[in-house]
């Protein structure tokens, strides 16, 4: 799996959209980005993902680059619940089980 | 629908003791991981099972892990005997094979070993 980097932390404030970017230079072509959340106390929850064209869902959008090199998850309007880690992993089709790679991941902070 | 549900949710056992986790999986969800977070840590990968078959066990990090799953359905992953360095959060997830699908994981196992 192509690995990603993420910044170690944010601070987003309630009501802001937070924007977490990742890079994943090394992505293939039929690999696809996949963004998940820890909240503490919580398993690790699925959020969305995508191969190549823009996203979006309940939860977040999901942009990712042109050239697919990096993308950004976006919460619109951050609520102090976001407050997480995020990861960004690569991982191959949607229909593949294999394990999941959890890197360091984000700490978003959403303050009042 | 039931969710994955992992038991017991806490565990404070002696060094030396033995401890046994437990992972429902969602219905119907024949495969099945086990992961761990221990303190400041990365969560990784322990095991993956394809029914009752272990598919993958790279991760599981020395022979005082066992982990079993009898009839496809639920999981256990025992720890014997416990070390210090195993405190930490065990998690487990499911899925569904042949359907394109994300890994669902239930609220984890906090163990302390002391």
């Known amino acids: 799996d192509a690995k990603t980097t993420q910044p170690t932390s944010m601070d987003c404030a309630e009501g802001r959209a937070a924007n977490l970017p990742c890079n994943h230079s090394t992505i293939s072509g039929n690999e696809y980005v996949y963004w998940y959340r820890q909240i503490h106390s919580q398993g690790p929850q699925y959020i969305i993902h995508?191969?190549?064209n823009n996203e979006t869902n309940e939860m977040a959008s999901l942009i990712i680059t042109e050239d697919r090199k990096s993308s950004t998850l976006i919460l619109p309007h951050a609520t102090l619940r976001d407050t997480a880690v995020y990861y960004c992993?690569?991982?191959?089709?949607?229909?593949?089980?294999?394990?999941?790679?959890f890197g360091t991941g984000t700490r978003l902070q959403v303050f009042p | 629908e039931a969710g994955v549900t992992q038991f017991p949710s806490h565990s404070v056992i002696e060094k030396g003791q033995t401890v046994t986790l437990r992972c429902d999986p969602i219905?119907?969800?024949?495969?099945l991981y086990w992961y761990r977070r221990v303190m400041g840590k990365e969560i990784k990968f322990l095991l993956h099972f394809v029914k009752e078959s272990k598919q993958d066990e790279s991760g599981m990090p020395n022979n005082r892990f066992l982990a079993e799953r009898t009839g496809g359905t639920y999981s256990t992953l025992k720890v014997q005997p416990a070390e210090l360095e195993d405190s930490g959060v065990y998690f487990c997830a499911s899925r569904e094979t042949g359907v394109p699908d994300t890994q669902y994981f239930g609220p984890g196992t906090r163990l302390t070993v002391l």
């Open positions: 992993i690569v991982r191959p089709s949607p229909y593949n089980t294999d394990k999941l790679i």
């Open positions: 219905s119907g969800h024949d495969n």
């Open positions: 995508g191969l190549k």
